[in-house]
C-alpha cells in the first residue's frame, strides 16, 4: 500500500513532485523516493511495506537494464500464481514481492497483463525505450487515484490535497447538489474544479503529456456453471487465504454484524489462528439500539479473538475531531468514515492490515433500499399506482420515504431509495446512464450499488481512514473471483438478504448473527443532535455560520438546512451531519 505521482510537462519538476510525496506521507511511512525518467517527466513514491518488507521491493521498482520502471499502490492478491507462470517462461526473480510480480506481468504482456491481475491497485508503469506511461486502478476502485490535465501539463496522485497544493483550483460547488442527495460528488468528480477521480477499471497507454484516451479492464473471469452456495463458500474460503496473507501483522473490522463475522469465522476454521479483532463501543445509554460491541463480544467467545473495543462518545469525538479532518482528503457523507478513522488510530500499534467485510452488502442485497426495491418490483403495478394515494395517509417516516419515493421508472425509484431524499430531475438524469439496463431489474439495481455507493462511499471511506494511519484495508467479497461469481447469479432468490452468506453463518452455529436486525455502522447522530450538548451546539453553530459565508453557492433545499438545523434533528440527522463535515472540511481547505 502507497502513495503514487507523476507530473509531465511544463510544470515538472523536483519541487513539485517532492510536494505530492509530502502530501502522502502518512500512505506509504516505510520509504519515498522521487526520479526523473526523462526531461519533463517527474514520478515520486511512498511505501507502505507489506509484502517482502526489505528494500528489495523499494519503488521504484526498475528492470536490471534500468529501461523500465513501476510505482505501484496496492497488492496482487494472485501474485504466487502469476509468479509459477512467469518462472515456466524463464523469469528468474530476486525478491518474494508482489511488486516485482506486477513489474514483470506489465513488462512482458503490456496493457494486457491487467487482465491477469487479480487485487487491488492503482500504477503507473513507465518505458524509457518508448518513452511511453501506462497508468491503470483496480476494477473496483479499491485504490484511489486522481489527476488534473491542462494543454501544459498533466498531474497524477493518490491525493487530491496534493494536486491542490500545486497550482490554484476553485471549488466547484455544484458538487454539493450531489453531495446534498448522495453523500459524494458525482462519479469521477471532486470539489475543485479541474481534479478529477480516475475511474475504476480504467486504464491508459500516454504517450504524450496532453492527451489520453481510456481503455476499460475487462471484467474478471466468470465459472462456466451458475454458481450454487457450495461453489460461493470455497470460492470465498480462498479469497480469505488470499486476502488475509502478509508478511506483516493482520487484524480484522469486526461490526457483529454477517459479513465480517463470517469472514473471521472461515479465516479460523480452516487455520485455527486467532486475530485482533476490532469494534466501535458506543455509551451505554444507546447500546439497546446501537449494539454492535455486544454481538462482536459474544462473538469473540464463540470464536477466538483478541477483541478490542473502541470507546466512543461526544468528548471522544472532539477529541479526535480536528486530526480526523486533517486526514480528510475528499469528504465522504458518512459518519462511518469518523469510526473507521477511530479503529485505524486504535489499530495502528498493533497491525499494518486491516480486513474488512465491505462489498458484500452491495453485491449481495443486504441493504434496507434492496428489500424495498425487491418489494416494489414485485408488485410494481400496484405501488405506481397506489403510493401517491398511501403517502398523503398518517404512516411513520420510513413508509413515508418509501411512498413518496415510488415511480413508474424502477430505474428513477431505486435512485430515490439510494438518496437521502428525491434528487430533483436535473441531478437524476447525471446517473441514469449508470445503470446498465442490459441487466435484469434487481440485478441492475446491485450493479448500480457496486458502481456508485461502493465506489464513491464505502471504498474511499475505506481507504482514507485507514491509510491515515498507515494501514493497509482490504476486502475479501470483492475478489476477483467473487465478483466473476457474482456476474453468473442473477436470481433475485439469491440476490435479496444475502442468503448465501447467512446460510453459511446458521451451518457454522452462527445464526443468532444471522437473524440479527441490520444495522447501520455510524454515529448515534439522532440521539446527539436531539440533546442539548456540546455536539448539537458545534453543529447546529457550524451550519448556520456557513450558510452566511458560503450559502450563495447553495440551492434552497440546502440553505433551508443550513439556516434552521434544529428543526431537522430528528428526521434529517444524517444530512446535518453530512453538511457539518462538508463545512468544517472546506473552512479548513478556505474554500
Not at 481510456?214 to 457450495?230: G, R, S, V
Not at 466501535?280 to 459474544?298: I, L, M
Not at 474488512?356 to 405506481?384: C, I, P, T, V
Not at 420510513?398 to 439510494?418: C, E, G, I, R
Request: proline share 5%; glycine share 6%; charged share 20%.
Amino acid at each position: 500500500m502507497c502513495g503514487i505521482h507523476l507530473i509531465w510537462g511544463k510544470g515538472a519538476n523536483k519541487e513539485a513532485v517532492q510536494k505530492l510525496v509530502d502530501a502522502s506521507q502518512h500512505r506509504g511511512p516505510d520509504q519515498s523516493a522521487i526520479y526523473s525518467p526523462w526531461t519533463g517527466l517527474w514520478i515520486g513514491v511512498n511505501r507502505l511495506q507489506i509484502l517482502h518488507p526489505g528494500p528489495d521491493a523499494d519503488q521504484p521498482y526498475w528492470d536490471s537494464e534500468g529501461k523500465r520502471l513501476l510505482v505501484f499502490n496496492g497488492e496482487i492478491y494472485n501474485f504466487q500464481e502469476l509468479r509459477s507462470l512467469l518462472s515456466k517462461i524463464g523469469i528468474e526473480f530476486v525478491t518474494q514481492s508482489d511488486t516485482e510480480v506486477l513489474f514483470h506481468c506489465l513488462r512482458l504482456f503490456g496493457a494486457q497483463g491487467l487482465e491477469k491481475l487479480n487485487g487491488m491497485f492503482a500504477l503507473i508503469y513507465i518505458d524509457l525505450v518508448s518513452k511511453s506511461v501506462l497508468v491503470a486502478t483496480d476494477r473496483n476502485g479499491e485504490k484511489p487515484l486522481y489527476y488534473s490535465q491542462n494543454n501544459e501539463t498533466l498531474t497524477i496522485s493518490s491525493k487530491i490535497s496534493g494536486i491542490a497544493s500545486l497550482q490554484p483550483h476553485r471549488p466547484d460547488w455544484e458538487q454539493a447538489e450531489h453531495y446534498f442527495y448522495l453523500r459524494t460528488p458525482s462519479p469521477g468528480k471532486t470539489f475543485y474544479r479541474g481534479i478529477r477521480a480516475w475511474k475504476p477499471g480504467r486504464y491508459s497507454t500516454i504517450s504524450r503529456q496532453d492527451t489520453f484516451r481510456w481503455d476499460t479492464i475487462h471484467a474478471p473471469k466468470a465459472p462456466e456453471n451458475i454458481p450454487n452456495q457450495a461453489t460461493f463458500q470455497l470460492t470465498l474460503e480462498n479469497a480469505i487465504l488470499n486476502q488475509f496473507h502478509a508478511d506483516v501483522s493482520v487484524g480484522v473490522l469486526l461490526s457483529g454484524g454477517a459479513d465480517s463475522s463470517l469472514l473471521y469465522a472461515l479465516w479460523y476454521q480452516q487455520t485455527g489462528i486467532s486475530l485482533p479483532a476490532y469494534t466501535v463501543q458506543v455509551e451505554k445509554k444507546y447500546r439497546a439500539k446501537y449494539n454492535d460491541a455486544d454481538s462482536a463480544t459474544r462473538f469473540a467467545r464463540q470464536i477466538p479473538a483478541a477483541h478490542r473495543l473502541i470507546e466512543i462518545d461526544q468528548d471522544i469525538f472532539f477529541e479526535n475531531w480536528d486530526a480526523y479532518l486533517q486526514s480528510v482528503d475528499l469528504p465522504i457523507g458518512d459518519s462511518a468514515g469518523f469510526l473507521t478513522w477511530m479503529i485505524g488510530k486504535r489499530a495502528k500499534p498493533e497491525v499494518k492490515v486491516l480486513v474488512s467485510g465491505a462489498g458484500a452488502d452491495e453485491l449481495w442485497g443486504g441493504y434496507q433500499r434492496h428489500e424495498a426495491f425487491a418489494k416494489y418490483w414485485k408488485q410494481h403495478a400496484f405501488w405506481s399506482n397506489w403510493a401517491g394515494i398511501f403517502e398523503k395517509l398518517p404512516f411513520g417516516r420510513a413508509w413515508k420515504k418509501y411512498m413518496l419515493a415510488v415511480t413508474n421508472d424502477p430505474n428513477q425509484t431505486f435512485l430515490n431509495f439510494s438518496a437521502l431524499q428525491n434528487p430533483p430531475s436535473d441531478l437524476s438524469a447525471d446517473y441514469e446512464r449508470i445503470f446498465n439496463n442490459n441487466l435484469p431489474e434487481y440485478k441492475r439495481m446491485l450493479d448500480f450499488d457496486r458502481q456508485v455507493y461502493l465506489v464513491q462511499d464505502v471504498l474511499k471511506i475505506h481507504d482514507n481512514a485507514l491509510m491515515a494511519h498507515g494501514i493497509e484495508g482490504r476486502s475479501p467479497y470483492l475478489d476477483a473471483s467473487i465478483l466473476g461469481l457474482w456476474q453468473k447469479v442473477n436470481d433475485p432468490a439469491f440476490l435479496i438478504g444475502k442468503p448465501w452468506i447467512k446460510n453459511i453463518l446458521r451451518e457454522n452455529d452462527l445464526g443468532w448473527i444471522a437473524n440479527r436486525k441490520k444495522l447501520g455502522f455510524g454515529l448515534p447522530l439522532q440521539e446527539w443532535l436531539s440533546e442539548k450538548g456540546n455536539f448539537s451546539s458545534r453543529v447546529f453553530f457550524t451550519l448556520k455560520s456557513f450558510d452566511k459565508s458560503h450559502g450563495e453557492h447553495f440551492s434552497a433545499p440546502i440553505r433551508q438546512l443550513l439556516q434552521n438545523p434544529e428543526q431537522a434533528a430528528k428526521t434529517q440527522f444524517l444530512t446535518l451531519y453530512n453538511l457539518f463535515l462538508f463545512a468544517e472540511w472546506a473552512n479548513l481547505h478556505q474554500l
